[in-house]
C-alpha cells in the first residue's frame, strides 16, 4: 500500500474525529496538499456531519434556556469597557459561619481591603479559579459546584456553573421557599477566611427557582451562601446563618 | 434567542446521547450557544450551515468531557465542517424540513449493516479511536478503517440520492 493509500484509508476516521491526535495531524496535513483525498474528506463529512439528526430530539430543561439568554448577555456585557463589576465588601458579623470547616469573624477594614485587592491580583494573575471542580474538571471553561439547604431551606439546591473564560457565574437555584413579605434572598461569595461579599439580591419565581448572575469572578471565594435578608437591596452584612451553602472547590 | 429554540433541542440531545448526564449535557449546551454567539462575527455561511457549526461543537464539547481531555487538546481532533460544506449549496438542509431530513437519516443509518453502523456511533458518539473500536469490537485496524469507510460512502450516497447533500 502507497504511502497515498495508506493516508486515505484513515479519511473516513479523520472525517468522524476518531484518530489520535498525531494521526490527525498527520491526515489533515496530507488532505490539504491532496486534492483527492480533500474530494473524499468533503464527500464523508457531508455524511458525518449528517449523523446528529440520526438522533431523537429531547426537551431540554427550561431553566437551560434562562441559563443560556443569561449567559450570552453576561458574555456580551464583558466585551463591552465599562465600569469594574459591583464589588461590595461588608464587616462581617461575630459567629455567622457558612460553614463549621470556614472560620469567619470580622476583619479589620485594611485587612479587608487587602484580602480583596490580593484576591484580584491573584485572579488577574492567573486568570483562574482557585477552587476546584467536584465533578471532572473538563473542559477547563466551566466548572460546576453544589449549594445544599438545610434547616428552612432543607429543600432547596443551587448548581454554581463558573465560566471562567466569560469571568462570571450562573447560580441555577430550584426548591426555594417563598419569602416573607418585605424579603429578599441574598447571595454571599465567602472568602477562606470567612468575609462575605455581597452577589445578588433575588427573588424566585412561583415555582421556588431562579437564575441568578454572578457578575464577580470566583476567584479567591471558597464558599458560596444564601440568606433572607431585606428588601430591596439586602443587607451590608448577612444578618443570620445560611441555610443554603456549599463549597467552592 | 430564537437559535436556541430551534436547535437547543437537537443539541441537547446529541449531548445526552454521547454523555447520558443531563447536568452536563446541560453545561456542553450552553457552552456551544455561547460560543456561536461570541465568535458570531467569524461565522462564514460559505464554510457550512450554523446548525452544522452548533451540532459540531455540542458533539466535540461532549466528547471532550467524556475523555476528560481539555478542548484545546482536541483541535486536531475537531470534525471538519468547513470540510463537510464546501460547495455554495453547503447548507442541503434548508431545502427540506428537518423531520424529513431527519427521517431519511435514520432510515439511512438504519440501512447500514449492522458492523458499519456501530462503527460509525462509536466514532461519532462514543468519541472512540478507530484503534480503540478495533480493541473493543476484536477485528484488525484495517477492517475498522474499512467500515468506516464504507458506512460513510454509503450514507453519502443515499443521502445524496434523495437530494439532501450536494456531492
Given amino acids: 500500500m502507497s504511502d497515498h493509500e495508506e493516508l486515505e484509508s484513515s479519511v473516513a476516521a479523520w472525517v468522524l474525529g476518531a484518530l489520535d491526535p498525531d494521526e490527525a495531524a498527520t491526515i489533515r496535513v496530507h488532505v490539504e496538499g491532496c486534492a483527492t483525498c480533500q474530494q473524499t474528506a468533503a464527500r464523508l463529512g457531508r455524511a458525518a456531519a449528517a449523523l446528529p439528526l440520526e438522533v431523537e430530539e429531547i426537551s431540554p430543561p427550561a431553566r437551560l434556556r434562562e441559563r443560556v439568554y443569561v449567559a450570552a448577555a453576561a458574555a456580551r456585557a464583558s466585551t463591552v469597557p465599562s465600569a469594574p463589576a459591583r464589588k461590595r465588601v461588608v464587616p462581617a458579623r461575630r459567629g455567622w459561619k457558612p460553614a463549621a470547616s470556614i472560620p469567619f469573624g470580622p476583619l479589620p477594614a485594611l485587612a479587608a481591603a487587602a484580602t480583596v485587592v490580593l484576591a484580584l491580583l491573584i485572579g488577574l494573575a492567573t486568570g483562574n479559579v482557585i477552587g476546584r471542580n ?31 473564560v466569560e469571568g462570571v457565574a450562573l447560580v441555577d437555584f430550584t426548591g426555594l421557599p417563598p419569602l416573607a413579605k418585605g424579603k429578599v434572598y441574598q447571595l454571599w461569595l465567602i472568602t477562606p477566611g470567612g468575609r462575605p461579599d455581597s452577589a445578588a439580591v433575588f427573588v424566585p419565581d412561583s415555582n421556588g427557582g431562579k437564575v441568578v448572575l454572578v457578575g464577580l469572578p470566583l476567584t479567591g471565594y471558597s464558599q458560596m451562601a444564601v440568606t433572607a435578608e431585606d428588601a430591596p437591596n439586602g443587607s451590608p452584612a448577612p444578618s443570620q446563618q445560611p441555610e443554603l451553602s456549599g463549597n467552592l472547590g | ?22 447536568g452536563r449535557a446541560e453545561d456542553v449546551v450552553q457552552e456551544a450557544f455561547l460560543k456561536i454567539w461570541t465568535n458570531a462575527a467569524g461565522f462564514d455561511p460559505k464554510k457550512g450551515s450554523l446548525r452544522t457549526w452548533l451540532i459540531t461543537a455540542v458533539r466535540n464539547r461532549s466528547i471532550d468531557y467524556l475523555r476528560g481531555r481539555a478542548a484545546h487538546e482536541r483541535q ?54 478507530q484503534s480503540e473500536i478495533a480493541d473493543m469490537t476484536h477485528v484488525p485496524l484495517s477492517t475498522v478503517k474499512g467500515r468506516m469507510r464504507l458506512a460513510l460512502e454509503k ?13
Fill in chain 1, 134 to 164: 467536584s465533578v471532572p474538571p473538563v473542559p477547563a471553561q466551566v466548572s460546576r459546584y453544589q449549594l445544599v439547604g438545610h434547616g428552612t431551606l432543607a429543600g432547596a439546591r443551587g448548581t454554581v456553573v463558573n465560566l471562567k
Fill in chain 2, 1 to 22: 434567542m430564537e437559535l436556541y429554540d430551534r436547535y437547543a433541542g437537537l443539541s441537547y440531545a446529541v449531548a445526552m446521547r454521547v454523555l447520558g448526564d443531563p
Fill in chain 2, 76 to 129: 486536531e481532533l475537531e470534525l471538519q465542517p468547513e470540510l463537510a460544506s464546501t460547495s455554495t449549496h453547503s447548507d442541503p438542509w434548508h431545502e427540506v424540513s428537518l423531520e424529513l431530513e431527519r427521517a431519511a437519516v435514520r432510515e439511512a443509518v438504519g440501512s447500514l449493516p449492522a458492523e458499519q453502523r456501530q462503527a460509525v456511533q462509536l466514532a461519532y458518539f462514543g468519541g472512540y479511536s
Fill in chain 2, 155 to 167: 450514507l453519502s450516497s443515499y443521502l445524496l440520492g434523495r437530494g439532501l447533500v450536494s456531492v
